[in-house]
């Protein structure tokens, strides 16, 4: 977990945890911080607000019973994202999620038995126009291609455009939306809590009855003009795929969330329906529900609305483990950008016990207020115009990466930089870091679990992420704990293993000579 201001800014996928590039206000370095007032009272009254139940189904919720306001977070999570595409198949997970929105059997049509012919000829004729291509029949292609166009156009006028989001917007729901990380697929809104029930019913028959095939070219195209601007047509975001692509050899952590171009143009109706067949089974989905809500009846509606979802086996993870690296690992690309200097080193996942001891070690170094790197490398040697750092890229379910990277000052080189950096990283292992600073990180951390506790969303995001990721919701209320028990001698042990030049992947994205 890494309680800081995500920011996304110039890089595709990800949240980045960002130092603000104007000076923040000054702090004595004598001046010890007062002792933060104990929020633990607070934590032990969330706790006890928390119920949990399993349908027989497999399927899991997480209550929060907070009635502060009369509104609801819902959050479904999948435990399935980017690592488990199949091979040849990348970007499945992402396209998937695009298409949840299209709707149902009932949810997006004027007219679904007349509706269901017409998917049904498209899905053929895209399998016969692969098959002529293939054959290199372009006249067969051309024909087909035409008859494709024309049933596409058909079945178009028998869609109800965005209905799905309509009824939801039209009861007030706010915050819709869904995202596919490299680990889950999670669909979120926020509804007031006289709607619970409608949640109920639309979640319910979204994953029960979902149409795959509605807009499913249409959304094919999108998430390809999706790839183009984040990855293709951005040096960034571009070079953080080679970037991933060469600190992993073996887990797929080194593969695009949104995919390779190839494998998405290649994908069909049918490999949908199969991953989700797989996946969206309902011992591999947990749901959070956090607001103003009374247990008692969301288990009674869940019990309606999902117990007859079919009980299927957890699917079986067969994700390869990344073996150690060895030899200091680089990657250099030349394009129209300014200059910037990545270095990432591997990390254990979030369930591991120095999980809190990474969280500091990042906000020392980058994350939050007058970080090191802050002050070293933008206000005093002015080398970079500000620093940056993903404290778990691209994920942190598995054993992932910490990653600094940074923009140049115009004249800097990458290499002034990347001797600035390490200068600051050999001081971590080598000096103890003082009781006033670490303090003052940990006070920093304690306040930013207070703040996000304060909302439903957060707080449903949280309660999933450590349930699905470390076996029990009961663990973030651990987390404090954990960052309370770090030692300097802690941020030593772990800074000597972690940042050594063999476990280190360098990239270099330089400026194009015209």
């Not at 028998?158 to 819709?176: H, P, R, W, Y």
Request: aromatic share 8%; glycine share 4%; hydrophobic share 35%.
């Amino acid at each position: 977990m890494t309680l800081v201001i995500l920011w996304w800014g110039m890089m595709p996928e990800v949240a980045i945890a960002q130092t603000q590039t104007t000076s923040p206000p000054q702090e004595s370095p004598t001046q010890t911080p007062p002792a933060p007032s104990s929020i633990q009272p607070y934590l032990d009254r969330a706790i006890k607000q928390v119920s949990e139940f399993r349908l027989d189904n497999g399927l899991k919720f997480i209550v929060l019973e907070r009635h502060q306001a009369p509104v609801v977070s819902f959050i479904t999570y999948a435990d399935v994202g980017a690592v488990d595409d199949p091979d040849g198949k990348t970007g499945i997970a992402h396209f998937l999620e695009h298409l949840a929105f299209n709707g149902t059997t009932r949810i997006g049509t004027k007219d679904y038995q007349a509706e269901k012919p017409l998917l049904d000829r498209l899905e053929e004729l895209d399998a016969q126009i692969r098959a002529a291509k293939a054959e290199g029949k372009q006249d067969e292609v051309a024909r087909l291609q035409a008859e494709f166009e024309q049933v596409k156009a058909q079945a178009a006028k028998l869609v109800k455009d965005n209905e799905f989001e309509q009824i939801i917007t039209q009861a007030g729901a706010t915050d819709l939306n869904a995202d596919t990380s490299t680990d889950a697929t999670r669909y979120f809104y926020s509804l007031p809590a006289n709607k619970l029930e409608l949640w109920m019913s639309l979640e319910s028959e979204r994953f029960l009855e979902p149409e795959f095939r509605r807009g499913f070219y249409q959304e094919k195209d999108a998430v390809l003009e999706e790839r183009r601007l984040r990855v293709d047509n951005s040096p960034t975001g571009l070079m953080r795929e080679k970037f991933l692509d060469t600190a992993f050899k073996v887990h797929p952590y080194r593969r695009p969330i949104s995919g390779y171009e190839e494998d998405i143009r290649n994908l069909t109706p049918k490999d949908v329906r199969q991953f989700f067949e797989t996946y969206y089974v309902p011992s591999n989905l947990t749901i959070a529900i956090v607001g103003d809500v009374n247990p008692a009846e969301v288990k009674k509606l869940a019990q309606t609305y999902f117990g007859h979802y079919q009980a299927k086996p957890k699917p079986i993870s067969q994700i390869p483990a990344e073996p150690p690296q060895t030899q200091m690992r680089e990657v250099t690309l030349q394009l129209p950008s300014q200059p910037w200097y990545f270095e990432g080193y591997h990390r254990p996942a979030l369930s591991h016990p120095d999980n809190a001891v990474y969280d500091i070690i990042g906000n020392l170094l980058c994350c939050g207020g007058r970080s090191r790197l802050y002050e070293s490398l933008v206000e005093q040697q002015q080398l970079a115009l500000y620093v940056n750092a993903i404290l778990s890229e691209p994920g942190n379910k598995y054993p992932n990466l910490i990653v600094f990277f940074n923009p140049t000052v115009s004249g800097e080189t990458v290499d002034e930089l990347a001797a600035a950096l390490q200068k600051e990283i050999e001081q971590l292992k080598t000096e103890p870091v003082s009781a006033n600073e670490l303090q003052r990180v940990k006070t920093r951390i304690r306040a930013g679990l207070l703040a996000s506790l304060n909302s439903n969303m957060e707080m449903a995001e949280q309660l999933l992420e450590y349930e699905v990721k470390t076996g029990s919701w009961q663990n973030l209320f651990k987390y404090l704990d954990a960052i309370a028990a770090v030692t300097p001698a802690d941020i030593q042990r772990v800074a000597k293993t972690t940042f050594t030049p063999e476990n280190r992947t360098v990239g270099k994205l330089l400026s194009q000579q015209g």
